[in-house]
């Protein structure tokens, strides 16, 4: 093969694992924040937990979990995720698995103290709402029962859950049928709020059960389509954690992914000269 003919021509053949051996040392130290939404991510595999730093004597912060349908960064301060990752494909939803057969399930992969818990739901009176919604992955039972676990899920008012927000779910999916991909962020955000009577800023939301998990004001989606032919569009949306009547255009709710990225406090895009 062409790289042994190259390798062999070498006066010292040491240097040739001495550079395998740093290039594999960088690799081994980047990991990645954020996938790009315009990036074509192939599914996991295996579960990975991913620690921001290898120096034992730094804190870990930031919880990254990849599953074969749906990545995810843990927000373990509010109990939930901060953003869930999808690539969905029309081939991709195609599938029988019934979430009849699933069972919500709190994600052993996060220390006890750190995580949400079933009974923390447990007469909360919100739902426990999906990032990355089940109906995404009906390909095998296994994709379905991974969507389940709760660091997918947020409390989610449970008429927007089963209403507006299940409508909004079934919109991203039916974009696959004109495009080749969609990417999907999804994700929840505390917005703050005027106080009319002094006029001050605050940012309020409610806590459920004794793990505090943290009831978002809002959620996000950012939406990147790619077409036949390679074009790209992207949109976003903010959509309240309440009732929304079925009729509301979801044009009302649009926004720019800034936006989101300035309220979520993340980014979907390289900065600029990075």
Known sequence: ??????????????????????????????IPELRNYTENVVPKTEYRFKQESSVSTLPVSSFHID??????????????????????????????????????????????????SLADYKGSGFDRGHMAPAADHK????????????TNMCPQCPELNRGYWAEFEKHVRNLTSDNKNVYVFTGPLYLPYTDFDNGERYVKYKVIG????AVPT?????????????????????????????????EKFRTTVQRVEKAAGILFTKPKGK
């Open 67 to 116: 599953r074969p349908g749906y990545s995810l960064a843990y927000d373990a301060r509010n109990r939930n995720p901060a953003w869930v990752y999808e690539h969905l494909t029309a081939e991709g939803l195609k599938g029988s698995a019934n979430r009849a057969h699933s069972q919500f399930k709190e994600d052993e992969i996060i220390p006890t103290h750190l995580r949400a």
């Open 218 to 250: 809002h959620f996000f989606k950012v939406i990147t389509t790619e077409n036949l032919l390679g074009g790209k569009t992207t949109t976003a949306y903010i959509l309240p954690n309440k009732k929304i009547p079925d009729n509301t255009p979801l």
């Open 210 to 213: 004794d793990n505090d998990v």
């Open 139 to 150: 390909a095998t039972i296994k994709s379905m029962n991974d969507t389940f676990y709760l």
């Open 1 to 30: 093969m062409p790289k042994k003919k190259k390798y062999s021509r070498f006066r010292l053949p040491w240097l040739a694992p001495l550079f395998i051996g740093i290039a594999l040392g960088i690799a081994s130290q980047r």
